[in-house]
């Protein structure tokens, strides 16, 4: 996907504004995190504590660009925050984030982000077994695994399920 130049050097900006925000409140320094643009599907971002990692979706970023800079950014520089602080015991999203998220930030401390997501159509693969009703439709990942060798038995009659041979897009 292309994205315009601006988009990764306003969100390395409100990074860094928010572990500024983050000093003048704590009275310390922390750590500035390697960012990164390479997430995709349903997430907006994501925060790799022990690695000091920041990813971010482009996609989600270019469709929600306001809310994203305020609210996600500062949002995943929270969790950094948080662990630097209080250590790796803290629930993602304790009190220990809460806090920061509203008494640093000043902003709603969301678990969820609610950015359409245009979910992708999927590919199912139609298994079947001796049941009348008996239909499965598998991922193509579990697909892929029955191709090597694994089994997977239906709960009521037990039978194998087997490929029928026929796909569907959802």
């Known amino acids: 996907m292309r994205h315009n130049r601006r988009m990764p050097e306003l969100l390395h900006a409100r990074v860094e504004d928010c572990y500024q925000q983050a000093e003048d409140f704590f009275k310390r320094s922390f750590p500035r995190p390697e960012v990164s643009f390479k997430l995709r599907g349903q997430k907006a971002g994501v925060a790799h504590l022990h690695e000091n990692l920041l990813r971010f979706n482009p996609k989600l970023y270019a469709e929600n660009r306001e809310h994203f800079l305020k609210q996600t950014v500062a ?67 579990r697909h892929r695994l029955v191709a090597q060798g694994r089994r997977y038995f239906c709960r009521r009659c037990r039978a194998t399920l087997v490929f029928s041979g026929e796909q569907r897009i959802e």
């Open 75 to 141: 949002h995943e520089v929270a969790h950094l925050v948080a662990h630097q602080l209080f250590g790796p015991r803290i629930q993602p999203h304790g009190e220990e984030w809460q806090l920061i998220m509203r008494g640093v930030y000043e902003l709603p401390p969301d678990r969820c982000h609610n950015y359409d997501i245009g979910r992708r159509k999927v590919t199912r693969y139609l298994y079947l077994c001796q049941c009348p009703d008996g239909e499965f439709p598998f991922s193509g990942q």
